[in-house]
């Protein structure tokens, strides 16, 4: 039994990569049977950006991450499935963007978004993070996915007072 750090570091590396993405998968999973409406569209393999800017009187923080996403589009929010570096799977992002909370897992409202030709971004202010606006952009979309992005937040964007 080798009692070298380094050996047991090089085990425990792709093992916690393996275990992480099975159970990512499992949890994918369960969100989209428990959350999912009858008229919700599916939507996989989107790339795009992560982008979060933290800002605070003492500090001023920006991260980066380029993500590929599979979307769960419902009528009063929206569950990101973003994937790092292409294979890895992280936490879902819920986005709100009406005042029906139904159907909804610990939502973030979604403020604002801009569409463009073949690109989506959505904005919003996540309750975990103070100070911080988180860009999500969603790059080469096909029109009929465009189209189904419009339907959904056209003027129905919630904005909290």
Request: hydrophobic residues 40%; charged residues 20%; glycine residues 4%.
């Amino acid at each position: 039994m080798p009692t070298d750090f380094f050996f047991y570091f090089i085990i425990a590396v792709p093992v916690f990569f393996i275990g992480s993405g099975i159970f990512f998968f499992i949890q994918k999973g369960k969100i989209i049977e428990k959350y999912k409406q009858p008229d919700a569209v599916m939507i996989k393999n989107i790339t795009g950006t992560i982008s979060t800017v933290t800002k605070g009187s003492l500090q001023y923080k920006k991260s980066f991450q380029w993500a590929s996403f599979d979307i769960l589009l419902n009528q009063n929010s929206m569950f990101l499935f973003p994937r790092s570096f292409y294979i890895l799977p992280q936490n879902c992002i819920n986005l709100r963007f009406k005042m029906d909370t139904r159907n909804t897992k610990n939502p973030t409202v979604l403020r604002e978004f801009q569409m463009n030709a073949t690109s989506l971004e959505l904005i919003c202010y996540p309750n975990h993070l103070l100070n911080a606006k988180r860009t999500i952009s969603l790059n080469d979309l096909s029109r009929e996915q465009i189209l189904l992005f419009e339907k959904a937040l056209n003027k129905q964007v919630y904005v909290e007072k």
